[in-house]
């Protein structure tokens, strides 16, 4: 049986969140075509600065000078992973940190095939739900398309192989996240159902973890600051919703209106 780690401090989250709103970073997103706008909106909501650029000579150029870079293969193409490669390996030179989401992981081959490629471009962090983490971890995950069919606790000892193998912190998310190095975790419980009903809410919070993955200090903490803050505006959006055609704007505006004592 797996131990639960303990539930991420609140006062490691606001001390993570001032320094965020300190550095306002700016974040280059290679993300899915489907969630651009949401997440763009979520960055600057949170008062970082979103960009995304994907032609593969500009994307070099714009990740040796953003703060950090999103790379998520959800709508991946044979041109946007050159794209997806080129800036990796720029903002490596640069020594930029960045994030992979390995959308739809284990059960489509050429993505699949991508994903381990990458991940051994040492990314600064991964973030995926449980069958994702699983997949890329070696483990046969039970995905369903972009869907998790695993509860995140039973993906928590391969997230934590997978952070010791590359380096990377690793963020399982679901009902309750778990945030690894491969030695310490911490858990973030919240959210709420409608968030599991908008397309983007996930991928979005990858951009979050990019744009925390910039902060100087732990990171680790970090990126459960960055889970925390998407759970946490969530759960307060849901009072405030109908359902999801009203949560996207009370996201928005909860994400805008946070700040570290909410935290």
């Given at each position: ?101 390995p959308v739809a992981v284990g059960g489509l081959h050429y993505r699949s095939e991508f994903a ?121 959006a849901s009072t405030q919703a109908q359902g999801p055609g009203s949560f996207t704007p009370a ?13």
């Amino acid at each position: 049986m797996i131990a639960r780690p303990d539930v991420f401090p609140g006062a490691r989250a606001a001390a993570s969140f001032n320094l965020f709103k300190q550095h306002s970073p700016l974040i280059h997103c290679l993300t899915n075509e489907v969630v651009q706008a949401l997440t763009a909106n979520v960055l600057l909501a949170l008062g970082a600065s979103p960009a995304m650029v994907v032609e593969p000579e500009e994307a070099a150029q714009f990740s040796r000078i953003a703060n950090g870079l999103l790379v998520n293969i959800g709508t991946l193409t044979a041109a946007r992973g050159q794209s997806m490669l080129a800036a990796i390996d720029a903002a490596n030179q640069a020594g930029t940190p960045w994030v992979l989401d390995p959308v739809a992981v284990g059960g489509l081959h050429y993505r699949s095939e991508f994903a381990q490629r990458l991940l051994a471009l040492r990314p600064a962090a991964i973030r995926g739900n449980a069958s994702e983490i699983l997949a890329l971890g070696g483990v046969q995950g039970g995905g369903r398309g972009v869907d998790s069919t695993a509860d995140s606790l039973t993906a928590l000892t391969a997230a934590r192989q997978l952070a010791q193998t590359s380096g990377a912190i690793v963020a399982v998310t679901g009902a309750v996240d778990y945030v690894t190095n491969g030695v310490a975790d911490w858990a973030i419980p919240g959210g709420d159902i409608l968030m599991t009903r908008v397309v983007g809410t996930g991928c979005s919070l990858s951009a979050v973890a990019a744009a925390f993955c910039a902060l100087p200090g732990e990171r680790l903490d970090h990126v459960a600051t960055a889970c925390r803050v998407m759970s946490l505006c969530g759960e307060r959006a849901s009072t405030q919703a109908q359902g999801p055609g009203s949560f996207t704007p009370a996201f928005l505006d909860a994400l805008y209106q946070l700040n570290a004592e909410a935290l």
